[in-house]
């Protein structure tokens, strides 16, 4: 019997720490089980995961509301906001027959070409406005700046008394706001090119207009004055 308990001294030690692993493991899975939600028998996320999502899915398009508006206002803003009109400047939506800019009256505001209904994308079907307009002013202004009777050999202006005034004259004449402008040609062109022949030549000159036409094309835009007087010619 001396023999045995010398060969097990540690069975009772061994037993010691089994029972105490055992408590611990019982222990760590009871905590476990308290903090981790029951899953519903049908699959789905359980009550407080459920919430969780909620919440922050209804947070999320808020915060982005929040980020958005104020670039949405300030681009409506600017989209708004017009800029202010020059003393020879004018907006074809906004004004009409009788008006006065740069001292020259308007006779007739309208569309250039004539909405169609032909569905052919290449034949014209633009509204009235600022890419599709007709405006004509009346009164006489004097102008400086260079002339050129076009010859033959030109592609579009052909046989044409043109005027191309200087920078001063450009702004005594009406314009459509953010459309630039420069040379026009004359309506009246046999006074125009019996007074400024012969063809071919160019050169400058100060002279009075009468009649000034605008027309406006997304494409295209032309320029038209009568000429009433060459005060001088270089």
Do not use: W
């Not at 692993?21 to 760590?28: D, E, K, W």
């Not at 009406?174 to 007074?195: H, I, M, R, T, Y």
Request: glycine residues 8%; proline residues 9%; negative net charge.
């Amino acid at each position: 019997m001396f023999e045995s308990k010398e060969k097990f001294p540690l069975i009772p030690v061994i037993i010691t720490v089994a029972v105490f692993v055992g408590l611990l493991i019982a222990t760590l899975a009871a905590a476990t089980n308290h903090n981790t939600p029951p899953v519903p028998s049908n699959g789905g996320q359980p009550p407080q995961m459920r919430m969780m999502m909620t919440q922050q899915n209804n947070a999320r398009p808020q915060s982005l509301l929040e980020t958005q508006s104020p670039t949405q206002a300030m681009t409506q803003q600017t989209q708004t906001k017009q800029v202010a009109l020059g003393p020879n400047e004018f907006r074809v939506n906004d004004i009409k027959v009788g008006d006065k800019v740069a001292g020259m009256k308007l006779t007739e505001i309208g569309p250039f070409k004539a909405p169609v209904s032909n569905p052919d994308p290449h034949v014209a079907n633009d509204p009235f406005g600022d890419e599709n307009f007709k405006a004509t002013f009346v009164g006489n202004k004097t102008l400086s700046g260079t002339y050129h009777y076009y010859g033959d050999d030109e592609a579009f202006l052909a046989d044409s008394v043109c005027f191309n005034p200087d920078e001063a004259s450009l702004k005594s004449l009406p314009q459509v706001q953010g459309l630039p402008q420069d040379e026009f040609c004359f309506s009246n062109d046999v006074a125009a090119k019996n007074d400024l022949g012969p063809k071919g030549k160019s050169g400058k000159a100060t002279i009075v207009i009468g009649d000034y036409q605008m027309l406006g094309y997304p494409i295209e835009a032309s320029y038209s004055a009568k000429l009433v007087q060459v005060v001088k010619k270089g």
